[in-house]
């Protein structure tokens, strides 16, 4: 069973950086992915890496503002995102994948329980 753990989430301004750690306990040759949701919406993908081959893929939210990257000694993977706005505000959810398909939340089976990120105008 893979466990995954989110740290790093906060209240910033807009303009601010964030890094969101997910570290998982288990096997991590896996897909893993950051998705956020905000309250009354569908939750939405963010940004992919395989922990294996290093591959990686941004939503058009997250290209050029965020970098997601793994560090698969401490099994960890991060989401370091700059240029905050207000519509980033949400809660980040890691998850994990058997492979990197198409980035569909209905692909990934373990998931952390979230860190929120909340950022003020």
């Known amino acids: 069973q893979l466990r995954l753990v989110e740290s790093g989430g906060g209240s910033v301004q807009g303009g601010g950086s964030l890094k969101l750690s997910c570290a998982a306990s288990?096997?991590?040759?896996?897909?893993m992915g950051w998705f956020r949701q905000v309250p009354g919406k569908e939750r939405e993908g963010v940004a992919t890496?395989?922990?294996?081959?290093?591959?990686?893929s941004y939503t058009d939210s997250a290209q050029g503002r965020f970098t997601v990257s793994k560090d698969n000694a401490k099994r960890t993977m991060y989401l370091k995102m700059n240029n905050l706005t207000p519509e980033d505000t949400a809660m980040y959810y890691c998850?994990?994948?058997?492979?990197?398909?198409?980035?569909?939340?209905?692909?990934?089976?373990?998931w952390g329980q979230g860190t929120q990120v909340t950022v003020s105008s």
């Open positions: 998850a994990a994948a058997p492979v990197c398909g198409s980035g569909d939340s209905n692909e990934y089976d373990y």
């Open positions: 288990g096997y991590v040759g896996y897909c």
């Open positions: 890496v395989s922990m294996h081959f290093g591959g990686k």
